[in-house]
Structures are given as C-alpha cells and as structure tokens.
C-alpha cells in the first residue's frame, strides 16, 4: 500500500525548486523498511540530507552524533519507542523541531505526542507532498524564530523575577531556570500583555502557528508550568480567564530594566 502510494507521489514534478530549498539536514527515525526507503528518497530528492534509523536507540545514537535541523519520528517502533525518544531528547534539547508519524489518530495519542514535546503530528497514510510542505513551514519558523532571537534582547522585570528572553532565562533568588522555547514565547507575550488579557486563539497563533485543540490542550500545560516558576513571588499570579485567555497579574506593572531607573 504504501509503495504503490509513496511511489506514485515521488513520480510527481514538485512545485519547490533545489534553489528554494536550503539543504537541511533531517533524522528520520522509522522501522518499516518499504517505507523508509521511498520517504528518504523522497526527501533527498527534494534537496534534504536524511540520515535513517530502523528504531529508537539507534534514532537517539544518531542524534547525539550529529547535529540535525528537523526530526521525523514513527511512535511505534522496537527498542525505543516515538514519544519516549522524543522525550529524551527534549531533555536536553528544546529547540529541534520534531514530526511524529504514526498510525495511531486517537484523540488521547495526539495530546501525548504534542506532550511529549513534537511540533507536528501526521497520520498514515500521508501525502508527501503534504509532508514536504509542513517540513518546509516549520522550518521557515524556526529560522524566523533564531532571528527574531539574534535581533531582540529583551529583558523583563516580573516581580521579584527577571526574564531574559534573549537567553530564554529566567532568574530569581539565586535560581536561574532554562526555558524552553515554547515556555519563553509563551512567558513573553504575558510579559507584553502585563495585567491584560491575552486570548488563547492569541497566543496559539503566535507560539504554535495554529489554533488547535490538541494544541490548545498542551498550552495549558505550559501554562501550569510557568504558574509554578513564579510560584515563589506571591505578587505574581497568572490568572485564567475561563474560555477565553489569561492574564499575568502583578501588583508592579512588568518593565524592562532601564526603563524602572529613574
């Protein structure tokens, strides 16, 4: 099925041209054999470098050999499954994007796979060129991202913590926490939006790059998460505005650090 499939969408002429594509490099972690063949080849073929392993441990060998621009998982896999190699490797790194694929489309296996710290989630069967696609988006994301990143050096006074965007850092009583990406986008657009609403569809369309509901579920995670760093500060609250948004609520409004000099 998927030979058949996967053969005939890699005979198609692609719209992208080898100029348009900048030649990253992607780990594709996946054990069925057919497929692995004709989705790398379809991939280099596009101007990607692919690098493939048949299960989990040799996918998290690879990964701590090489440096790579985007991974592509299959959950169901020996040795190591999907959502558990993307968790180990979360551990250590925030910022590579990560793709699922897999057969599995229940609602529970969505919100794990977006949990366990993936990017995007695809479902089999796919279409290629619709693979492609997403591959190509998010990694236009991410280099906007890096240099939105290199340009701005933003720091946030947040009661007694102060937020360093540029670094993704966050700092108070001696304790200085690594955010994640999402966490410091997230933390951010609070910041921003000091004792205002800032509405869900808001901030999944600015951090996320959709509206979604599995997406909108780890929001909500993140959101516990950030509640729990500024826990220590009982003038710092991130209040929920059911159904709606939330708001980071301080009794001293959010300033940036030259501007509280006076």
Known sequence: ?????????IKMKD?????????????????????????KDYLEMTGYQVDHAGDGVKG???YHKNKYDLLILDVMMPKKDGFTLAKEIRKNDS??????????????DRIKGFLSGC????????????????????LKRCETEKQSYAREYEIFNIGSFTFNASTMTLSGKGDDRKL???????????CENVNNLLTRETALEIVWGENDYFIGRSMDVFITKLRKYLK???????????????RLEISESVKKPEESIA
């Open 95 to 108: 910022q590579v994007p990560i793709i699922f694929l897999t057969a599995k489309n229940l609602k529970e």
């Open 232 to 246: 220590p500060d009982p003038n710092v609250k991130i209040a929920n505005i059911h159904g709606i948004g939330f």
């Open 60 to 62: 998290l060998q690879l």
């Open 15 to 39: 719209a992208m041209t080898q100029e348009e594509i900048t030649l990253s490099k992607i780990l594709f972690v996946e054990d069925d054999p057919n497929l692995s063949i004709i989705l």
């Open 119 to 138: 990017d995007d989630y695809i479902t089999k069967p796919f279409n290629t060129k619709e693979l492609s696609l997403r591959i190509k988006a998010i």
């Open 180 to 190: 994640t990406k999402k966490e410091t986008a997230l933390l951010k657009l609070l």
């Open 1 to 9: 099925m998927y030979h058949d499939k996967y053969h005939n969408s």
